[in-house]
């Protein structure tokens, strides 16, 4: 069990430009979520995912949004078009099936120029 | 839905005096709840949940937490602090039933521990 793992760790981007984040959870953890967190905020919910399936989505989640999780393994966030609203830390979190609490990966930090 | 309020944005605190960071939710259905501490430029970790049984749940680094269901309160405690406590303290709470189990957290209490 290596834990919750996120990739990049810090990411610089021109306004406009498009965006991806990793995020591998760990392995038996069937259910993920994405949050976003500002400065001198708590996390904020982006979306939830069940194995593979995206079954919760936050009003946050603009269309510039998309996340994915294909296998029901690793997830994918990207940010489209991005603008500086979007400078956050993007947090990537697991859980096992049951609510015993969750797994948080160090997140990926994103400045948008 | 649930909603969460800590409090205090900041605490400051000396070195071994003790501390408490309180915490209090909304919610219209029950819930678990969680304290996770965040270090500078790191994700959360779990310092202690509340998921039935005792009210008064400890961590393994000397922080416990009280259940108030009538007061629908989890305030934080510590009864000797540490200059390594200094930390991002979030409450938290989901849904005991659903599925999808989604926290809500709190805005955050920095705690400040000062020699």
């Known amino acids: 069990d290596t834990g919750v793992s996120q990739d990049p760790r810090h990411k610089i981007t021109k306004r406009g430009q498009n965006v991806t984040f990793r995020c591998d959870p760990i392995s038996e953890h069937n259910r993920l979520y994405w949050y976003r967190q500002t400065l001198g905020q708590g996390p904020e919910f982006l979306t939830y995912?069940?194995?593979?399936?995206?079954?919760?989505k936050s009003r946050l989640l603009s269309d510039r949004f998309s996340a994915e999780r294909p296998k029901g393994s690793f997830s994918t966030l990207e940010i489209q078009r991005t603008e500086q609203g979007d400078s956050a830390m993007y947090l990537c979190?697991?859980?096992?099936?049951?609510?015993?609490?969750?797994?948080f990966g160090s997140g990926t930090r994103l400045t948008v120029v | 839905a649930q909603s969460v309020t800590q409090l205090d944005s900041q605490v400051p605190v000396f070195e071994e005096a003790p501390v408490e960071l309180r915490c209090n939710y909304s919610?219209?259905?029950?819930?678990?709840l969680f304290w996770y501490v965040q270090y500078p430029n790191q994700g959360l970790q779990l310092l202690l949940k509340y998921l039935s049984g005792s009210t008064l749940v400890e961590s393994i680094n000397g922080f416990e937490a009280e259940f108030n269901k009538s007061q629908t309160s989890f305030h934080l405690r510590k009864p000797s602090v540490h200059i390594s406590d200094t930390a991002e303290y979030f409450c938290?709470?989901?849904?005991?039933?659903?599925?999808?189990?989604?926290?809500?957290f709190g805005r955050g209490t920095s705690l400040i521990v000062h020699p």
């Open positions: 979190a697991s859980g096992p099936g049951s609510n015993y609490g969750y797994t």
């Open positions: 919610s219209s259905v029950s819930v678990y």
């Open positions: 938290a709470v989901s849904p005991l039933a659903g599925g999808s189990y989604i926290p809500t």
């Open positions: 995912f069940q194995n593979e399936a995206q079954l919760e």
